[in-house]
Each structure stands twice: as C-alpha cells, then as structure tokens.
C-alpha cells in the first residue's frame, strides 16, 4: 500500500509513492469518468517541487498531500513552499486531503495527539454502535467522542 509512505521520507518511500502515481495514471487515463490523485509526499521543498512537477507533466487533475504534521515541520505558508502551490496552480492541480489522514482513530498515526487521549476514553462507546462504514474506526483504541467529533479538523 502506498498511501501511508505519504508520512515516510526515504528513497524507498519516494519509489513507493512514484509506482503507486504511475500505476494510478495508467489506470484512470483512458477513462472519461475517473480522475486519478497522485500522492505528493511534503518532507523537503525541493524534493517535492521536483515530484510535483512530474505529477503535473503526467497530467494529474487531483494530487493528495499529507496533514498528521505540518509539511516539512512549518506552515504550509512558508514560502519555502510557494514553488509547489505555484506548480500545483498553474497546472489547475486541486490539493485533497483523506478524511482521518491525521490523528487519533487514522491510518497513519499523527506526529502528535491533536487533543489528550484522555477526552476519549469512555467505558460505553461500545464498538457495535459504530455505523457500518466507521468499522475501522470502532477497532482504533483511540476512537472516542472528541476523536470522532473531530476527525475532520487535521
């Protein structure tokens, strides 16, 4: 799965993430219905200027980027990033983020608890009251009240 290597720095994360693109444009590019989003990984500016503009050659509509942390530890403001969000923009590339990409009850865990564990832990949320499209989230030991409620704000 290439998905979590968005919060892996390293060339073997780096390759990961350049397959999963390849693989994902092919797949989508004959046809008139599906529109692919490539994974853009933030560690380092220059790393993923370099990775943005081969997204945009390929002709990504859609590129996914990380958000359990700040990208490369700073604002996504920094003007350290204004080269990508230029590419990004001028390439009409929209940016998407995975709803739980980041914190408590998520697949990749966050840098840091956006909140202390403490507001979740509740002897009756039970596992059976979660809806079946939330099944995942009710096996996490972090799910609780404060998580679910705001698995929306990373």
């Known amino acids: 799965m290439a998905w979590p290597t968005l919060d ?31 994974l853009l990984a933030m560690h380092e500016p220059d790393a993923t200027l370099m990775e943005a503009r081969r ?12 958000f359990a942390a700040p990208p490369g530890r700073c604002s996504p403001a920094d003007p350290a ?7 990004l ?5 929209a940016i998407v983020l995975h709803l739980g990409g980041g914190g408590a009850g998520t697949a990749v ?3 840091r608890n ?15 009251m ?3 499209c939330m099944k995942t989230l009710s096996e ?3 799910a609780g009240p404060v998580s679910l409620a705001t698995l929306h704000i990373p």
């Open 8 to 38: 892996t720095p390293g060339a073997a994360a780096l390759a990961s993430r350049r397959r999963y693109n390849d693989w994902i444009r092919n797949w989508t590019s004959e046809s008139t219905r599906l529109v692919g989003a490539a």
């Open 55 to 66: 997204i945009a050659a390929q002709g990504f509509r859609a590129v996914e980027i990380p």
């Open 81 to 87: 990033w204004d080269p990508v969000w230029r590419v």
């Open 89 to 93: 923009a001028e390439a009409g590339i």
């Open 109 to 111: 865990p966050a840098y």
């Open 114 to 128: 956006f909140v202390d564990p403490g507001w979740n832990r509740i002897a009756h949320l039970r596992t059976d």
């Open 130 to 132: 979660f809806p079946e």
């Open 140 to 142: 996490n030991a972090n």
